[in-house]
């Protein structure tokens, strides 16, 4: 596929070059070009880099890969239209730290994948790969284990290829929590990944499921 990720930090990156990995072309939209010379060097004729409005409407399916506060004004940016029709894997979460301790700016009653997929009725979003750090999203034998992925979005086909991709990284077992609403819950559950690491300093754990 043409993989379109609005996002050049860790995570976009690192999805970018496993992605390519894969076989699939990937292109990361960014205001900043010129800080993935190295990156596109690295990963080779497969990557891309434009910006996000060309990257997103090039692609096939988009990976909105920023910090939780830009999301929104990114997909503004990259323009709604380009989104129609795509499915939309959103791996945000609407961390806040204003208080000096983590907290969510959006939650319970909303959360920032149903505030996503309001901005983009004509595409198909899939909350997942938001509870998880960047390099155990491609490779989760990283945790010594053999964790669950957990996703929630309202169109099934949709999160029956996302989880066909995931597969690819090695995900062996992905958690289908439902309709879009409950992003709120997954993005909870970011909290308390990110609560741990503070914690212990340990980037590389993720969550089970027993008994399933």
């Known amino acids: 596929m043409n993989i379109g990720i609005l996002g050049s930090g860790s995570v976009g990156k690192t999805l970018g070059k496993a992605l390519v990995g894969l076989g699939h072309r990937v292109s990361i939209g960014t205001r900043n070009p010129a800080a993935l010379d190295g990156w596109k060097q690295e990963v080779g004729e497969s990557a891309l880099v434009d910006s996000g409005e060309r990257a997103a409407a090039w692609a096939d399916l988009i990976v909105l890969a920023t910090v939780g506060r830009a999301a929104e004004e990114v997909v503004l940016t990259a323009g709604v239209s380009n989104f129609a029709g795509k499915i939309v894997i959103d791996t945000t979460d609407p961390l806040d730290f204003s208080s000096g301790k983590p907290g969510l700016f959006v939650g319970t009653t909303d959360s920032l994948?149903?505030?996503?997929?309001?901005?983009?009725?004509?595409?198909?979003?899939?909350?997942?790969?938001?509870?998880?750090?960047?390099?155990?999203?491609?490779?989760?034998?990283?945790?010594?284990?053999?964790?669950?992925?957990?996703?929630?979005?309202?169109?099934?086909?949709?999160?029956?290829?996302?989880?066909?991709?995931?597969?690819?990284?090695?995900?062996?077992?992905?958690?289908?929590?439902?309709?879009?609403?409950?992003?709120?819950?997954?993005?909870?559950l970011s909290l308390l990944w990110v609560v741990y690491n503070h914690n212990t300093n340990n980037w590389l754990h993720a969550f089970r499921l027993i008994g399933k």
Do not use: C, H, Y
């Open 113 to 188: 994948g149903e505030r996503i997929q309001r901005l983009l009725p004509g595409a198909r979003v899939v909350k997942a790969l938001n509870t998880v750090a960047a390099a155990v999203m491609v490779d989760p034998s990283l945790t010594r284990g053999e964790p669950d992925l957990w996703m929630a979005g309202n169109d099934a086909g949709a999160k029956g290829q996302v989880e066909e991709l995931l597969s690819g990284f090695g995900w062996k077992s992905v958690v289908d929590l439902g309709g879009i609403e409950n992003a709120r819950w997954l993005e909870a």
